[in-house]
């Protein structure tokens, strides 16, 4: 089995001059990022097509998808008149085509994971998907992509739990919205909060909205405060809020909504976590799920950055070891408090969290702010509040080093199989020795997968 890696030209739309961010450019810097490393020809290849009606409906409302299939026959003027309903979104003739390719790869994706074809895989695609609501576009979003998929693959294939992992910058408040009843569906999301000053400026999106009736714990929300965070803030919410509660929960499928606006240079995001964080990131959830995990992109600016975090992301996802891990400086004092509130928070539906340790003691500008104060123009330090005509702060100059190439190990698999079964393909079969001639040690260095 080897991971899918599934990207298709057709999405390729050109979107709206007035975004400046959500661009084609993302997705095609990605694709050559994964050839020149090497990284798009060791995986599987399988073709995309268009999602169905029932399918989207899995997640979204009859009377939403019925106006969202009469824009490609409307005019630049109604196209305008249409998008004013709807929150920071931008429609184009063709999006509602490449909304439906969108899906249709990440189901695509599911199939060949629950199935067996692959272990594991990333779905390149665009519109993303996580903003998106049962009747309304949003953020980009026009259809939830992971949230319709976690529907089908619970659905086609009776899975009774999944997780979904949300790392993009912004709060995946249309996922949440989805599943936040729903106890068979654990979702997670680290997001800019900045005490409800950042985009989308949801109460819902602090750390104390955990839920609903049965689904009660079943949404984590890990809200920064501040911009700037790094490897290591990321680390500690995984080593003691999402890892702690994955574990319990005990997944049998995982999807992550893959935003790498959370890495470093990032307009959006303004966070200071390098490339190769992804890279360990990915290599801990892969321990859940028997490995099934299904990775589809949502938001990523910096196209250096991006790129970079896609491959960090894929390689790993192919079983290559992690990179060492750098710029590890331990959780600032903002970081340490979200995670603290949060596990508080999650305390009393969570067996692994009976036993909190005490709060740590928080600078005053990290301390929650009260909406009166800011009303009156007191803002948590280092936050940055986005105007609503969609103006965002001017980008500085980040620079970081590229990750470190990694090198595939020799052998990934060997497995003993049965004398009468066929080797697979991209395989090679040794018969067992007592004494290894060199010939075999050779053969055993050069192939990518063993079978015995």
Same mark, same amino acid.
């Given at each position: 089995m080897e991971n899918i890696y599934i990207f298709s030209t057709e999405v390729m739309w050109s979107g709206s001059p007035a975004c400046k961010i959500e661009v084609p450019e993302r997705l095609t810097v990605s694709h050559t990022a994964l050839q020149e490393e090497g990284l798009a020809e060791?995986?599987?290849?399988?073709?995309?097509?268009? $999602?169905?009606? %029932?399918?989207? &409906?899995?997640? =979204?409302?009859?009377?939403?998808?019925?106006?969202?299939?009469?824009?490609? =026959?409307?005019?630049?003027?109604?196209?305008?008149?249409?998008? !004013?309903?709807?929150?920071?979104?931008? *429609?184009?003739?063709?999006?509602?085509?490449? $909304?439906?390719? $969108?899906?249709? %790869?990440? &189901?695509?994706?599911?199939?060949?994971?629950?199935?067996?074809?692959?272990?594991?895989?990333?779905?390149?695609?665009?519109?993303?998907?996580?903003?998106? !609501?049962?009747?309304? %576009?949003?953020?980009?979003?026009? *259809?939830?992509?992971? %949230?319709?998929?976690?529907?089908?693959?619970?659905? !086609?294939?009776?899975?009774?739990?999944? &997780?979904?992992?949300?790392?993009?910058?912004?709060?995946?408040?249309?996922? !949440? *919205?989805?599943?936040?009843?729903?106890?068979?569906v654990l979702y997670f999301s680290w997001h800019r909060y900045e005490h409800q000053g950042f985009w989308p400026n949801l109460r819902e999106s602090d750390y104390d909205s955990v839920g609903k009736e049965k689904g009660a714990g079943f949404n984590i929300n890990v809200p920064w405060n501040k911009v700037g965070m790094e490897n290591s803030d990321y680390l500690s919410v995984f080593f003691h809020v999402l890892l702690p509660i994955a574990y319990e929960f005990s997944p049998d499928l995982v999807f992550v909504c893959a935003g790498f606006d959370s890495a470093i240079g990032d307009p959006e995001g303004h966070m200071c976590a390098t490339p190769d964080i992804f890279a360990h990131l990915t290599h801990l959830l892969k321990s859940l799920a028997g490995g099934k995990l299904c990775a589809v992109l949502e938001g990523g600016y910096n196209l250096t950055s991006l790129a970079q975090s896609v491959c960090q992301t894929v390689q790993t996802l192919l079983g290559d070891p992690a990179p060492q891990t750098s710029e590890l400086n331990g959780p600032c004092e903002s970081a340490l408090e979200s995670i603290q509130c949060v596990r508080s928070a999650h305390k009393p539906y969570w067996a692994c969290l009976k036993h909190t340790v005490a709060p740590p003691v928080s600078e005053p500008s990290t301390k929650r702010c009260k909406l009166a104060e800011k009303e009156e123009g007191v803002q948590a330090e280092g936050s940055q509040k986005e105007e609503g005509d969609g103006q965002k702060a001017e980008e500085e100059e980040v620079v970081w080093m590229k990750p470190p190439s990694r090198l595939a190990p020799p052998v990934h698999t060997e497995v003993a199989l049965p004398a009468d079964l066929e080797v697979p393909d991209r395989c090679d079969r040794v018969r067992s020795s007592l004494a290894p001639t060199l010939e075999i040690l050779q053969r055993l260095r050069s192939v990518p997968n063993l079978y015995s």
């Open positions: 060791r995986c599987v290849s399988v073709p995309i097509r268009q $999602a169905t009606d %029932a399918e989207i &409906l899995l997640a =979204h409302s009859v009377e939403y998808l019925e106006a969202v299939k009469k824009t490609p =026959h409307m005019s630049l003027d109604e196209l305008r008149t249409f998008t !004013q309903q709807y929150g920071d979104v931008y *429609f184009h003739p063709n999006i509602y085509h490449c $909304a439906k390719l $969108a899906i249709g %790869a990440t &189901l695509q994706l599911v199939d060949s994971v629950m199935t067996g074809k692959v272990r594991n895989g990333m779905a390149l695609v665009r519109p993303p998907g996580h903003h998106s !609501q049962r009747s309304a %576009a949003n953020g980009f979003c026009v *259809f939830n992509n992971v %949230a319709i998929a976690a529907h089908y693959a619970k659905k !086609q294939y009776d899975i009774k739990r999944v &997780l979904i992992v949300d790392w993009d910058v912004h709060h995946g408040q249309g996922v !949440q *919205f989805a599943f936040e009843d729903d106890p068979s």
